[in-house]
């Protein structure tokens, strides 16, 4: 009794152990298939924001360039290159142009057209000269883009809550000389980007326009100084600028309600001042969650250098990057957004924009007359833009 009892003790232990073993290895099993579904997953959402953004971007290249090649021409028309918000908006849609033919073109020939068509092959990119020209304009058009929605947001707020200044500081000699000193300083400050940057062949004989090994360090703290300049600055600036100018809205609202002195020029100058709040606001929206992502992976490829640790990441990697891709497609919508929001404005700019397919004479005259009686006596004035 007591053997048997002992060997069916002994038979039950070995069992238990066999059970357990089979546990593990079914668990692990499990694991094993678990990572390799959840690699595949992370595969397809790469390649799908990858396609994404190869076939999104073109779409806003076409957008973007006609969109801007119509704001400037408007911006630079006879009823309008008189205003000093017109000196912005055109400057505005310059450098908007620039970024989308020496940024955001560049940047899909390399990451979008070679994805789709990698056969397809690209010389004249990574070629010393090019190289150094193309990352500087790209880098000096995003900074002028950027700082000159500063600038008319300060402009906009010096007209908006110190409207006794704006005669002497928003006229257009003082715009012209604003813009051109904006345009100076983003020369000057991005010079370091080609001095430090250089094409690099590999082993495999491919070129890559890159920084120079000896300057990765200072180059990513340039690089870091810069893109907090083009987006957490203007990003803080703007917010105040516009919370100091609704909140003089909405003090000035409240004051002519109580005196029941409303006019249809107020409210209509209030409209255009909302919707150009919104052009500021979409400027931080767009830029935001392409400058968060963007710092969260160049931050993470800077202190992961480890092989075995790089590795362990590879998975969360992948899927940093599709997020990357996705952000960038919706950060490009920042250059070929603002057409359609001066569109929003008023009926000035959509006059102005229908006059390009007008081809009558006598509309233009009569229009030209219209416009100037109006400036002086109801409230469509250009003014209104401010």
């Known amino acids: 009794m007591n053997w048997t009892g002992t060997a069916m003790t002994l038979h039950f232990n070995e069992l238990y152990d066999y059970l357990r073993k089979e546990s593990t290895n079914a668990s692990e099993r499990n694991s094993s298939v678990h990572d390799w579904v959840g690699h595949i997953e992370t595969d397809t959402f790469l390649t799908n924001a990858r396609i994404f953004y190869s076939y999104f971007t073109p779409g806003i290249l076409i957008v973007g360039f006609l969109g801007n090649l119509l704001s400037l021409y408007v911006f630079l028309s006879r009823n309008m290159r008189g205003l000093s918000a017109s000196t912005y908006l055109a400057a505005l849609s310059t450098s908007d142009l620039l970024t989308l033919m020496f940024y955001v073109t560049v940047e899909w020939l390399r990451r979008g057209l070679l994805y ?25 058009s995003r900074f002028l883009s950027a700082w000159l929605v500063v600038a008319f947001t300060g402009e906009r707020y010096i007209g908006v809550c110190h409207p006794l200044k704006r005669r002497n500081i928003c006229t257009k000699s003082g715009t012209r000389r604003i813009v051109g000193s904006i345009f100076v300083i983003s020369a000057v400050v991005v010079l370091y980007k080609p001095i430090l940057s250089a094409v690099f062949v590999s082993s495999d ?67 255009f001042t909302i919707i150009l709040l919104a052009i500021s606001f979409c400027f931080i929206g767009l830029n935001i969650p392409f400058f968060a992502v963007w710092l969260r992976n160049f931050l993470h490829s800077k202190y992961i250098s480890n092989v075995d640790v790089l590795e362990l990441y ?47 004479s006598l509309k233009r005259d009569s229009y030209s007359r219209c416009s100037l009686r109006n400036s002086r006596s109801n409230s469509h004035t250009p003014q209104s833009y401010l």
């Open 116 to 140: 789709l068509r990698p056969e397809i092959k690209l010389t004249f990119i990574d070629v010393d000269g090019f190289c150094q020209f193309q990352l500087y304009m790209s880098y000096m």
């Open 314 to 360: 590879t998975h969360n990697f992948e899927f940093w990057q599709g997020v990357l891709y996705i952000t960038r497609s919706i950060f490009y919508i920042n250059y070929c957004i603002n057409f359609f929001l001066y569109s929003i404005t008023g009926a000035y700019f959509r006059r102005e924009v229908k006059m390009l397919f007008t081809y009558h």
């Open 205 to 271: 004989g491919k070129h890559y326009c890159t920084t120079e090994r000896d300057y990765n360090f200072v180059s990513f703290i340039l690089d870091s100084i810069y893109a907090v300049l083009i987006t957490l600055v203007p990003f803080i600036i703007i917010s105040v600028l516009n919370i100091l100018i609704m909140r003089r809205l909405i003090i000035r609202n409240k004051r002519k309600r109580e005196c029941k002195i409303i006019t249809e020029e107020s409210i209509i100058r209030l409209e």
